[in-house]
C-alpha cells in the first residue's frame, strides 16, 4: 500500500495564507488554513494507506486526528522539503498539501501497479498532488517551487516515469480561490469557516 504525506504548516496568525491577508485579518486566515488542513488530515485518515505522515513546520494542535506520524520539516527551499518528505518513505508514497480541503479519498487513493508517478496539477500553475513508486528525492530538487511554471517543471521531472494524471484542482491562495473551493466541498470545515467569516463581517 500507499504512504500518503501531507505537507502543512502550524495554523499560525502571521505564519500561513498571507495572501489571504486582507480582507482576511492574519487571525482569521489562520483559522480558514486550520479548517483546511482539518479537511485534507480527515480525508487522509479516510484513505486507505500503509502509513499517514504529516510532514509539518511548526507544532500539532487539536486538529491532528489520530492515526499519523509526525515528521518535523527540514531546512531549506520548498523542493528540499518535500525531496527530504520523500526520502523518509521505504515504498510508494502520495504527497499533498494543505490548501485543497476539497480533496477526496477518491481522488487520493491511488495504485502504482501500472504507473510509476501520479501528477495532480494545481489551477494557479503548481500542483497539488505528487505520488512517486520510488520515492527518489532527485525529482524534486532545485525544481522552482511558487511559480506560474512550477507544476510544468515537476512534472519534466518526471520524464521517463509512466505518469497518471490526477484532475486538476485549485489551491487556497487568495479570497477568490477561498470561495471557490468552499463552493466545491460545501459541507467540509473550510465552508463552514469561511461562511462563519462572512457572517461575522455583516
Known amino acids: 500500500m500507499t504512504t500518503l504525506l501531507v505537507i502543512a504548516k502550524e495554523p499560525r496568525p502571521g505564519r500561513v495564507k498571507t495572501r489571504l491577508t486582507p480582507p482576511f485579518t492574519p487571525a482569521e486566515a489562520a483559522a480558514l488554513a486550520e479548517a483546511s488542513l482539518a479537511d485534507t ?10 502509513r ?14 489520530p492515526g499519523f506520524d509526525v515528521v518535523r520539516q527540514c531546512a531549506g527551499g520548498l523542493d528540499e522539503r518535500l525531496a527530504a ?10 504527497l499533498i498539501g494543505m490548501d485543497t480541503p476539497q480533496v477526496t479519498p ?5 495504485d502504482f501497479a501500472d504507473c510509476e508517478a501520479y501528477f495532480g496539477p494545481a489551477e494557479d500553475g503548481g ?10 528525492p532527485s525529482r524534486l530538487r532545485g525544481v522552482p517551487m511558487s511559480t506560474p511554471r512550477t507544476g510544468a ?22 479570497a477568490y480561490d477561498a470561495a471557490l473551493v468552499a463552493k466545491a466541498a460545501p459541507g467540509g470545515r473550510f465552508a463552514a469557516e469561511l461562511e462563519r467569516l462572512a457572517g461575522a463581517e455583516r
Open 41 to 50: 488530515l480527515d480525508v487522509v485518515a479516510r484513505t486507505p494507506a500503509r
Open 52 to 65: 499517514r505522515v504529516l510532514v509539518l513546520e511548526g507544532a500539532p494542535g487539536p486538529w491532528l486526528p
Open 85 to 94: 518528505a520523500f526520502a523518509g518513505c521505504d515504498g510508494p508514497a502520495l
Open 106 to 110: 477518491e481522488l487520493i487513493t491511488v
Open 127 to 136: 500542483f497539488w498532488a505528487l505520488g512517486l513508486a520510488q520515492p527518489d
Open 153 to 174: 517543471a515537476q512534472r519534466a521531472r518526471l520524464s521517463g516515469l509512466r505518469v497518471r494524471q490526477l484532475p486538476p484542482l485549485r489551491d487556497v491562495d487568495t
